[in-house]
């Protein structure tokens, strides 16, 4: 597998195409990158491909907040300008702007 280059990016707000949640980008896979429990429990005629960018999401739906691994097949942009909900935005990010989280800075050795 070649993998291709994220459309989306880190802090990015997206939705999802099919299902009604929303998040925003906290990590990104260049390919598939979780079990094969995972991806066998996706119905077949609606398994994204492996060879494309793999987002984690800090996701919320009008019921609650999670964590969601989604291809980029299957996301789009949020425009609605609001900020996500999901209690652990601060682990992660420092500020929201224009439609953006801003990543924490990290300290390394």
């Given at each position: 597998?070649?993998?291709?280059?994220?459309?989306?990016?880190?802090?990015?707000?997206?939705?999802?195409?099919?299902?009604?949640?929303?998040?925003?980008?906290?990590d990104?896979?260049?390919?598939?990158?979780n079990?094969?429990?995972?991806?066998?429990?996706?119905?077949?005629?609606?398994?994204p491909?492996?060879d494309?960018?793999?987002?984690?999401?800090?996701?919320?739906?009008?019921?609650?907040?999670?964590?969601?691994?989604?291809?980029?097949?299957?996301?789009?942009?949020?425009d609605s300008?609001?900020?996500?909900?999901?209690?652990?935005?601060?682990?992660?990010?420092?500020?929201w702007?224009?439609?953006?989280?801003?990543?924490?800075?990290?300290?390394?050795h």
């Amino acid at each position: 597998m070649t993998p291709k280059h994220a459309k989306f990016q880190i802090g990015q707000v997206v939705k999802h195409r099919i299902f009604p949640f929303r998040g925003v980008i906290f990590d990104v896979d260049p390919v598939y990158a979780n079990t094969d429990e995972w991806w066998n429990a996706i119905p077949a005629n609606v398994r994204p491909r492996k060879d494309q960018p793999f987002y984690h999401l800090l996701a919320e739906n009008d019921e609650t907040e999670y964590v969601a691994y989604v291809s980029e097949q299957n996301l789009l942009t949020d425009d609605s300008d609001r900020p996500v909900r999901h209690p652990q935005i601060g682990e992660f990010f420092d500020t929201w702007s224009n439609g953006v989280y801003h990543p924490k800075e990290r300290v390394s050795h």
